[in-house]
């Protein structure tokens, strides 16, 4: 039997990552830039559309890469409406959601779009999405935010987070199904998760201010100051936006996002660095503390991922407040392409039943 052909599809805010694997060993890969220049004629996202797969189809054509033997192309989830975990083949449906952006406008919508496009013109081929960021399987308490005028959502690394909680299960000889995890995502954005029996039934709102400070977001922020703020007519809405996303967090305290930049000023004697670094680690630890009460204490392990888990620094400031807790294994990095992958062949193989948009 010749080896399925998977395409897999990763559109991000400035750069398109593309991927072919034959079954599960990927054959070819590559990130491609996209500047400002090029992206400035374009008013929103969904008009990128044709500019990124024409871009696509150009750099598998001069890698060698015969499209006609691509059997599925798996695109990254865009925000789409709030869903079960699971791989979603493309139908009408999500094509208008996508193209309509209902939430917010991400480059993560293409990633659907792109994929049902270019597996339409190959005889034969199937367009997916697997575990986009608004994965919702929250309990109805966690629902709450506290007046009625107000929800929390859920809206985070679903697809890291599912995929590491699932590669943990395997290594133990365990379904992901039967196991109790807690799992930080610690990125440019931090999302802890509470994964009860293979679903996570809470996790802090990574997208837009929820949970701890991190890289380059505040985290959730003191309320009454926040409400002054906004009505001190000295900031406008796009400034206070981006106090909370993009120039929150460690850039705001110290003017980089790179914890590998930051664990050098600590080594070198920088106190306030050190200081800051900690909180950070500090407020994880609660986010943490929060989803073991959640899991009413039976948890199985805490697993530790994302870029930031590269950082020995910040991980050992982190478990130090967390061992009691249960075990902890680290899982540095995020391998969003072999996810996605794995996602697709685990439905062709039939360990999952592919879900239906509506």
Known sequence: MNPLEILVLNPGSTSTKIAVFQNNRPV??????????????????????????EIILKELIEAGIDIAKISIV??????????????????????????SNMT??????????????????????????ADPIVVDEFSELARFAGHPNFRRDSI????????????????????????NLIVAHLGGGISVGAHEKGRVVDVNQALDGEGPFSPERSGTLPV????????????TEDEIRKMVVGQG??????????ANVIEERIQQGDNYAKLVYEAMAYQVAKEIGVCSVVLKGQVDAILITGG????????????YRIAWISQIRVFPGEDEMRALALNVLMVINGELEPKIYK
Do not use: W
């Not at 967090?249 to 110290?254: E, N, Q």
């Not at 930031?308 to 478990?319: K, P, S």
């Open 28 to 53: 070819f890969q590559k990130s491609i830039k996209h500047s400002q220049e090029e992206l400035k004629p374009f008013k929103r996202v969904t008009d990128q559309y044709e500019f990124r797969k």
């Open 74 to 99: 798996v695109g990254r989830g865009g925000l789409v409406k709030p869903i079960e975990s699971g791989v979603y083949e493309v139908n009408q449906a999500m094509i208008d959601d996508l193209m």
């Open 104 to 129: 917010v406008e991400h480059a993560s919508n293409l990633g659907g779009l792109i994929a049902h496009d270019l597996a339409s013109k190959i005889p034969g081929a199937r367009a997916f999405i």
């Open 156 to 179: 985070f690394h679903a697809l890291n987070q599912k995929a590491v909680a699932r590669t943990y299960a395997n290594s133990i000889g365990r379904k992901y199904s039967d196991l």
């Open 224 to 235: 009454g100051q926040l409400i002054t703020m906004c009505f001190s007519n000295k900031y």
């Open 249 to 258: 967090g460690l850039v705001a305290y110290l003017g980089t996002s790179a």
């Open 308 to 319: 930031i888990a590269f950082n020995e620094l910040f991980v050992q400031l982190l478990t």
